[in-house]
């Protein structure tokens, strides 16, 4: 049996659809647990006078998972910071033209940030560094949100490719 072009249209609505649902629960779970260990922590240091040992370095982890989680989010929905200027002025032809000079600058932002990252991970990795406190590696993390990333990357690149088949067809966006 042979796919449809409505049926690949459907997969991707539902991957889409599972992968925002899945970095919108990663985005909360990581938010409740900085609030949580930030609580206790202030709890146990005050109250207790017994901070918990390394709760910054867990709070560093976790607050660089939430923004690297959120960051696919953002690319994709395209709510990041952008000269909007143009895009406000910008008619017609010139529109589709401003919009894909942001896409294909988000794409090459993305890129060059994904294998920086990846880069960091294996140096990394090669050096075995680690956390001061805890001894937490930290290539780990590094890998982690370099295939974030890399998700934002194919996110932004789908509506590079999806704008200028638009383009293409003579839609104007």
């Given amino acids: 049996m042979q796919a449809t072009p409505h049926a690949g249209a459907q997969l991707r609505a539902a991957l889409t659809h599972a992968a925002r649902t899945l970095l919108r629960a990663g985005v909360a779970l990581t938010m409740l647990g900085i609030m949580g260990l930030t609580v206790v922590n202030v709890?146990?240091?005050y109250v207790l006078?017994?901070?918990?040992s390394g709760s910054d370095e867990l709070v560093q982890f976790l607050l660089a998972l939430?923004?690297?989680s959120a960051f696919p989010l953002v690319t994709v929905e395209r709510r990041h910071f952008s000269v909007s200027v143009l895009a406000r002025a910008a008619r017609g032809a010139l529109k589709s033209w401003s919009v894909l000079l942001e896409?294909?600058?988000s794409t090459l932002g993305c890129a060059i940030v994904c294998v920086q990252l990846f880069q960091l991970a294996r140096l990394m990795q090669l050096e075995q560094m680690s956390t001061m406190v805890l001894q937490l590696p930290l290539a780990p993390l590094d890998y982690a949100i370099s295939a974030l990333a890399a998700l934002a990357l194919l996110g932004v690149a789908a509506l590079l490719v999806d704008h200028v088949l638009a383009m293409a067809r003579g839609e104007r966006r």
């Fill in 43 to 45: 709890f146990m240091r």
């Fill in 49 to 52: 006078d017994r901070p918990i």
């Fill in 66 to 68: 939430l923004v690297f």
């Fill in 103 to 105: 896409l294909s600058v």
